[in-house]
């Protein structure tokens, strides 16, 4: 901490969701990790200089709970049209007017769009073929990338996911507290394990999961 309060450093920590356990609601550190829960709390607590970028698909509880302009919590979204475009032109697959279409289906994801491009370049697929039979193709690859999170999640957070698949539409908490076969204190926690893990999307008073992730687990 002297280190940062007396020089302007940049600290980046990549991939942080490795320190948090599996198998459990989000924010619960591995054994060999718990120090750096007080390292974050010193963070935020303690004045310094420095500037810290944490990366990963789930947030340490006690960054999530800072509310502060100086401390923003960024999700990112997709590629724009043009860039997606770039990223499966790379891999070889012909531009095709439905190409925005195919890119949207995918949300605009660097990682998924390489993945299946290059899985429709191997197999010599394009974007018309693919849209005319099975709009969402899942490679083994893309498979492989998405069960990674997958294995963190709780088993009451892929019950309640396993509920979310069989709605076509974004959902209202009311519904959720109807449907859902636990009690809600434990299904409110469940939610924001799962947001807190972008496995589930809020806008306004709705619950939705992304239509990539609906299909994968349906």
């Excluded at 991939?15 to 718990?34: K, M």
């Excluded at 498979?143 to 698949?165: C, G, H």
């Amino acid at each position: 901490m002297k280190s940062l309060q007396n020089h302007r450093c940049l600290i980046i920590l990549d991939d942080i969701n490795y320190l948090f356990r599996r198998g459990e609601l989000a924010g619960q550190y591995q054994p060999n990790y718990e120090d750096y829960r007080n390292f974050f709390k010193q963070i935020k607590d303690r004045s310094h200089q420095s500037c810290f970028l944490l990366i990963g698909w789930e947030a340490p509880r006690e960054i999530v709970q800072l509310k502060h302009p100086n401390t923003p919590n960024l999700i990112l979204t997709g590629l724009d049209t043009a860039s997606a475009h770039k990223i499966i032109a790379e891999q070889g697959l012909q531009p095709e007017e439905n190409g925005s279409r195919f890119i949207n289906h995918y949300q605009g994801n660097p990682l998924w769009l390489k993945t299946v491009a290059n899985f429709m370049v191997e197999l010599g697929l394009t974007v018309t073929q693919v849209l005319q039979n099975q709009p969402l193709l899942f490679p083994q690859d893309l498979k492989d990338i998405l069960q990674q999170p997958l294995a963190y999640l709780s088993e009451p957070e892929k019950q309640l996911l396993s509920l979310l698949t069989k709605e076509d539409e974004p959902i209202a908490l009311v519904k959720l507290l109807e449907i859902a076969p636990m009690p809600s204190s434990d299904l409110l926690d469940i939610l924001q394990s799962l947001c807190r893990r972008c496995w589930i999307e809020k806008t306004a008073h709705l619950y939705r999961m992304s239509p990539v992730l609906r299909q994968y687990l349906g």
